[in-house]
């Protein structure tokens, strides 16, 4: 049987895919720099071989390796690959138990447009809010899975306020991402030995309701 990642460009798509699972479309197109026409071709052959899955949420499709990474992480990590989510997660792993006000100080952008997000994030599940007296207080609710998306596919995210997460959470002595023989979703855990490059800001901008 012929191998479906027999030509250098699919193999290409597979590998960036692999390596940065969630990518939507536009930035998968940007990251391999093929036409838009032949990349669809060859996502739409993987797709149908079992290679790919994918998820589309809103105006989003979203790619992900065919059978190595649960639904759960999927949601995940759909909502990590958007900045104003990523940072709000990042900001509640760090603060949790945070009220809505608290997370608003650490970004410049409307207290509607982070309640449009936080709604979303409760809706998937990603985070909780409970109500104590007169005020929500919000929480990742699963914060050790999150936390270890983030470990292991942190230079993909090309992100500071990411980076500095990871070395606080290593630094604590709460590496869970690293105890399954040094991979983790078929990616070497050797990542966390090189910072990526930085595009991520100490206060989040908007509006950016889409990735």
Same mark, same amino acid.
């Given at each position: 049987?012929?191998?479906?990642?027999?030509?250098?460009?699919?193999?290409?798509?597979?590998?960036?895919?692999?390596?940065?699972?969630?990518?939507?479309?536009?930035?998968?197109?940007?990251?391999?720099?093929?036409?838009? +026409?032949?990349?669809?071709?060859?996502?739409?052959?993987?797709?149908?071989?079992?290679?790919?899955? *994918? #998820?589309?949420?809103?105006?989003?499709?979203?790619?992900?390796?065919?059978?190595?990474?649960?639904? #759960?992480?999927?949601?995940?990590?759909?909502?990590?690959?958007?900045?104003?989510?990523?940072?709000?997660?990042?900001?509640?792993?760090?603060?949790?138990?945070?009220?809505?006000?608290?997370?608003?100080?650490?970004?410049?952008?409307? +207290?509607?447009?982070?309640?449009?997000?936080?709604?979303?994030?409760?809706?998937?599940? =990603?985070?909780?809010?409970?109500?104590?007296?007169?005020?929500?207080?919000?929480?990742?609710? @699963?914060?050790?899975? *999150?936390?270890?998306?983030?470990?292991?596919?942190?230079?993909?995210?090309?992100?500071?306020?990411?980076?500095?997460? *990871?070395?606080?959470?290593?630094?604590?002595?709460?590496?869970?991402?690293?105890?399954?023989?040094?991979?983790? @979703?078929?990616?070497?855990?050797?990542? =966390?030995?090189?910072?990526?490059?930085?595009?991520?800001?100490?206060?989040?901008?908007?509006?950016?309701?889409?990735?």
């Amino acid at each position: 049987m012929k191998d479906p990642l027999e030509l250098a460009n699919r193999k290409r798509i597979f590998e960036t895919i692999r390596q940065n699972p969630g990518v939507h479309f536009r930035d998968l197109q940007r990251r391999t720099n093929m036409p838009i +026409g032949v990349l669809s071709y060859h996502l739409d052959y993987l797709v149908e071989r079992g290679l790919l899955t *994918v #998820d589309k949420q809103e105006s989003f499709t979203r790619y992900f390796p065919g059978g190595q990474i649960g639904r #759960d992480k999927q949601q995940m990590l759909a909502a990590l690959r958007q900045e104003i989510p990523r940072g709000i997660i990042l900001f509640l792993l760090m603060n949790p138990g945070a009220t809505h006000g608290k997370v608003l100080e650490s970004f410049t952008i409307s +207290g509607g447009t982070l309640s449009y997000h936080i709604k979303k994030l409760v809706s998937r599940g =990603l985070i909780r809010v409970e109500k104590a007296g007169r005020e929500s207080r919000m929480t990742v609710t @699963d914060p050790d899975k *999150v936390s270890d998306l983030l470990i292991v596919y942190r230079r993909s995210f090309l992100d500071k306020l990411v980076d500095e997460f *990871v070395a606080t959470y290593i630094g604590a002595g709460r590496p869970s991402a690293l105890r399954t023989e040094g991979r983790t @979703d078929g990616l070497s855990t050797s990542a =966390l030995d090189n910072t990526g490059s930085s595009q991520g800001q100490q206060k989040r901008q908007g509006p950016d309701h889409h990735s």
